[in-house]
């Protein structure tokens, strides 16, 4: 087995189903020439062409919106939005456009685009390039969200985005593009949206994360191991639709859940699954369900206090003491 | 003269003028009854433009519209029948009545679609281009929009990058003088909006917009080029709207001797009087008795359908719940 | 004592603020020569000029954007955005500027600007205009989101919008401007942002609503008194900074919550109440949290399906009778 | 010649573009030693732009920036050492280390400010404009942005509102050919931007960008009209980007001799150049060693400022939750 970094990962499924596929292309800001900021798309441009890589100039909202229509004639646009901080950009496409219209034109169309942005700090690129919002994309219907952490989930779902006939945000992390791991290259790797991934099985707290706070959650497993307490730590990875029966043969297990999420509280993406959690699981909670999240507040750029603000093992492990009381 | 329509094309053109004519007014009147949902916002004096910018596209073209979109609708092809059942929400409309007025598709017809956010059928258009591109077909794309979605950032973000990489697109604008009760003096600096397409390097014409056969001309003209490969082109048609925005508009900021003006410049008279000479007065009578007679009976019909039951539309994945 | 209709409520509350303080100024479209489409201006332009009443193009971006620094810079904008489902456009500017500055800035500017839209369904204006877009804007850490029902307090919280140094997103309802209620013209009538209002009292459940689901709710507590269950109605009325001592107070009383937002479900403002309720109010829960929502799709045009996804009183009691068992 | 810069503007333009020179440099080599935190985006080359657009503006004018604002800083007037303790994320920086170099206030300045989000000063300068239109005052508002800038759609909503309103801004492009690694040949089908705004009826002027004294004169013109009531200005200072994107630039898209040719033509060098004869070099050379001892300082002092606590800048409402 290939180990691999997870940007690796990444330009390897790009180039699979680009080579699978002809109606595939790419397009986004620097993706060609340079071969992406974070270099996911690195070489492609030189194996595929200009027609099938291109860059673009600086217009997200255009872009989206032309990944939609794209999507809708006969391509498999895969856009990448360099920051998740510019998703408000794309956002009209994706919630007045995208969403609406397979049910809207009673199925005449379908829109297999994928939209591949990073977001999250720890970077120190301040408060306009830190942001997680997650929220902001899995509220809408008709979107899948898949945030993976693998690099083998990485070239999994992202190949199952590309084939999936509906759209998927595809959301990285900028922490995670030199993590390396075990990607198995001879099998076609594809991986289900909709699943969740346990990976850590324990018995006293569930803990649900997504992105770079899966890492982060694992750490915060290792304390509480130390302190005797049995962590399960379980990789959301398909925001939506989310995988509801992992959720609930947790916490039917542990009786003590904690969400992880690094976008904002309020109103946040660990809102709705500490809300779909209480309603699920009422009979099996212990305890009232724990957020772990930014604070509401912006990413500021000084290391101590990016730091400060940011969750993190150590956050993750005082909020399951807590919530076992 | 090259790009001419031909006697043909001319009919056609008057006999769909006249079906959207006939279906505005018949909406209008239906909604004094208050017999209509929602606003609906009518074309009439309009027709010029989305008939005759669309009379030379296939099927397989593509076009994307807005709001006030029936006579695009029609100059595309779509079935009359469908159109009204889905204005007036019916399970026989073209969308089975989800949709409603504003937002018609019809996938068979390259008519996808209509758009009530004003200014998104530009980059629509524009992605079914860039499409059309990846692929190697030689489909256009061509979108109509107004002087108010001119003044939207995403016509010039979409606007640049057909110029930049010569995308298959056609942009008409209908300046209706009016972005809702905005006078259009009022929503920019200056007169012709085609100017700022002229500033990307696109080959632009202003039309009389109530002139089928000038708007046919100059869009021909454009969707040849784009169709060789030699990119987009853009053309302003300058027409104006005899009736309020929309059935729900209160009026009271257009000025009356500007509409008795602009109503005397009849789209549909100018395409009749064009014809005269060439073919029969008795002809081109039976020709509108008969339109006038297909858009009563699309009436008709629709509003016998039946409305839709909320359980044959339900719906679940991707959509995660419904009720 | 005046009855005024919503419209006129609001009318009011921008020419008492306009005549108070010169800094206040109005734009957005049609909302000058012609007074708005829900004549929510009326009469504004003739009052006090062109220059402070603005009708503009249709640039919902850069018109948010402006709002945001005109504020830092002495004037007090108050911004219509025609229909709520406009607000992706306005979401950079509310995202990535008006949510960081004053922080990021370290204090050295204020923003107090109000961005006024209205959002929901009922009228069929189909898929494009017919949302409540609620929790995009609470989503966003500094700014404050309210949403009034009644003409009284439409006067009072719109004068306290315009008031307040910091940005508020001002939420009304179609539906609601031809509602009538008692305005005391006498008084100043401010109302703080941050309070819930009590519609009902009761005693066997807690219905905590927003915007035009509150009238829907008040109904929803008369079919439950038919049936012997004791409804006590709570207005959110400012959905963010949310008055947490309310809700407590009356969960504490009742044990049983129901929700009632009218976007979106999924990552919806209603998964953050029903979260904060289970995090508060654990203990006093005797039944999951309920929430009624706009089920996860697009608003659709005819009338039997519109009425068939927007939430209702029917609704809402159903979901009050299933909380109790 | 109208609208020239005095001998003193002159010189004050000379030093200025030597601290940021300075500064830049002194970034670039923290950097390799690894001693920054996030990418830096240095303005080597263009200094003329941001130092010469900015030294008719008054205190009490506002300039919105980009993430290369360096030489916009202090060309506005801002403390370096300030501007230092920020980029090093010091609590003595001009935002106590919450901002970093992309995002870098000064309100007391005028500076409101940096900004990471591309295109997002343009409609920032705008509404400043627009509330000093609201206000009666005879501010002026500018913003300088590049031509990636130049390809988003807020920068055409705001020119129209600015054209449409007359209001007192002026537009500044810092045309450095790239938008991160692409060309601007590849991002827009004009070599000319300033079309676009013409388009708009907004005058314009095109200046070669390392000339100081040119982009003061085309600027100071527009500021003019602007502080007048005439409405908006745009200038296009055509200039090149010396060092790559940022500190985090891998390289290898920027073609080595287009820098060498562009490097003959310094800033800096220029400057001088059209001083000498006018005021001996011995007292330039004092203004430059006194610009580099400046920087240093600034520098060594940043360097040596302590880092914020959390506590100190922990915030609560609006923002519901702090930790
Ligand atoms: C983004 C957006 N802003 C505002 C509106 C409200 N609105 C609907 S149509 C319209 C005017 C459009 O003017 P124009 O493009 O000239 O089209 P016309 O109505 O004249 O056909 C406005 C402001 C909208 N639907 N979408
Ligand atoms: C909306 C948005 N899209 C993309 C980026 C990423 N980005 C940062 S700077 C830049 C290039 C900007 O080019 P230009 O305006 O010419 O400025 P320059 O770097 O040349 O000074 C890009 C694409 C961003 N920060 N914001
Ligand atoms: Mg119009
Ligand atoms: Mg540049």
New binding site residues.
Partial sequence: MAKLRYAEALNTALREEMTRDPSVFLFGEDIGTYGGVFKVSKGLMEEFGEIRVRDTPISEQALTAMAVTAAMTGTRPVLEIMYADFLPLSLDALINQASIYEYIWKEQVQMPFVLRTQGGGGAGAGAQHSKALDALVAHIPGLQVVAPVTPSDARGLLKAAIRDPRPVIFLEHKLLYNTRGEVDLEDEGLIEIGKARTVTEGTDVSIFATSKMVIEAEKAATLLAADGISAEVIDLRSLRPLDAAAIQLSVAKTNHAVVVNEGWKFCGYAAEISATIMELCFDDLDAPVARVTLPDMPVPYSQPLEDAVLPNAEKIAAAARATLG | MKNSPSLDDQVEMYRKMILVRRLEEAFGALSKEGKTRGPIHRCDGQEAVGVAATAMLGADDYLTSTHRGHAHYVGKGVDLHGIAAEILGRSTGLCGGRAGHMLVADVEKGMIGGNAIVGAGIPAATGMALSNQVLGNDRVAMTIF???ASQTGIWHESLNMAALWKLPVVYVL??????LTVH?SRQGPTEDLSTRAAAYGIPTAIVDGNDAIAVYRAVAEMVDRARRGEGPGFVECKTY?WEGFSTSDMGGYQDPETIAEWKKRDPIEIARAALSGHIEDAKLDVVRTQAEEEVQAAMARALADPLPEFEECAYTRPYSEVL
Same sequence: chains 1, 3.
């Fill in positions: 107004g002087d108010g209908e300046h209706n003088e009016y972005g259009s709207r």
